[in-house]
């Protein structure tokens, strides 16, 4: 599965950005989607998941609240709506997917499929 990402951009304190991302090629079989991101010297870390199938959702700790994990308008996309963002939400931010059984979409390590990544900066 190919996965392109979009939306990412530069904003302050407290302000609101949302990035997609589309899935083509063989997405029947891919059960999760999956937002992770990377800071500059930092490793990389999930932030969201999403189970395809029911629709369930998993936060990292530190966006619970402010962002929110969603299927986009089509039933391969999946968007990341982050509001009242902060300086250390700062980073690339990846879409990936991964085939798994129900209830292991938060297993963030083992997701195989990425996309090229979108920048976000958030200024104070």
């Known amino acids: 599965v190919q996965l392109v990402e979009s939306g990412g951009g530069s904003v302050q304190t407290g302000e609101s950005l949302r990035v997609s991302c589309v899935a083509s090629?063989?997405?029947?079989?891919?059960?999760?989607m999956g937002w992770f991101r990377q800071a500059p010297g930092k490793s990389r870390e999930g932030v969201a998941t999403?189970?395809?199938?029911?629709?369930?959702?998993r936060y990292h700790n530190s966006v619970k609240g402010r962002f929110t994990i969603s299927q986009g308008s089509l039933d391969n996309t999946v968007d990341l709506q982050m509001n009242s963002l902060k300086p250390e939400d700062t980073a690339m931010y990846y879409c990936?997917?991964?085939?798994?059984?129900?209830?292991?979409?938060?297993?963030?390590?083992?997701?195989?499929?990425w996309g090229q990544g979108t920048q976000v900066a958030v200024s104070s």
């Open positions: 990936a997917a991964k085939s798994a059984r129900p209830g292991t979409c938060h297993v963030w390590s083992d997701y195989d499929s």
């Open positions: 090629g063989d997405t029947f079989n891919y059960d999760c």
């Open positions: 999403r189970d395809r199938r029911v629709g369930s959702t």
